[in-house]
């Protein structure tokens, strides 16, 4: 039973998503609020940590923010990831938006709804993300495209299994 736990990266949200078998298991987005500490740091480690306890996670892909975007406070995170993964043997993959997108469309140029769209007809009988992406359109700030993001880490990591 092979679990991959795809995540989307950014410091006050984390998407969270785990494929089992080529089987969408769990999917969800935490908020981790307040200004930036190593509580924060560690609390969203003990998630990951948590995910991988309850998945026996053997694979882990990260959806980074765009170089530009990515502050001191994210790449100390990943860090924490990294030696996270390597300290329990689980294979780390990160990516960008640009090779999440690609892989639904094959083009280079693809937008985040042309990867929502794939991931709701892939998972129809997830209502629950038609629910999520409904909600979503109607915010003005992105949340739950989070969920969909991490979802298609994981399909990335489980592509390239196969």
Not at 18 to 46: A, H, N, Q, S
Not at 103 to 111: A, F, I, L, V
Not at 118 to 140: D, G, M, T, V
Request: proline fraction near 2%; aromatic fraction near 6%; hydrophobic fraction near 35%.
């Amino acid at each position: 039973m092979a679990s991959i736990l795809g995540i989307s990266l950014k410091v006050k949200h984390l998407g969270l998503a785990v494929l089992t078998d080529g089987e969408l298991i769990e999917f969800r987005v935490r908020t981790f609020y307040g200004v930036w500490t190593p509580e924060k740091r560690r609390d969203i480690l003990r998630t990951i940590r948590k995910m991988d306890e309850r998945h026996e996670v053997s694979a882990i892909v990260v959806k980074t923010p765009k170089p530009t975007h990515c502050s001191r406070r994210i790449l100390n995170l990943m860090r924490g990831i990294e030696k996270f993964a390597k300290d329990h043997g689980i294979k780390l993959t990160l990516c960008t938006i640009t090779e999440l997108t690609k892989q639904y469309s094959g083009k280079e140029r693809c937008t985040k709804q042309t990867l929502i769209q794939a991931i709701l007809q892939k998972y129809p009988h997830h209502k629950k993300l038609a629910e999520l992406y409904a909600k979503e359109r109607s915010n003005r700030n992105s949340y739950h495209v989070k969920i969909f993001e991490a979802i298609a880490c994981a399909e990335l990591a489980q592509r390239t299994e196969q």
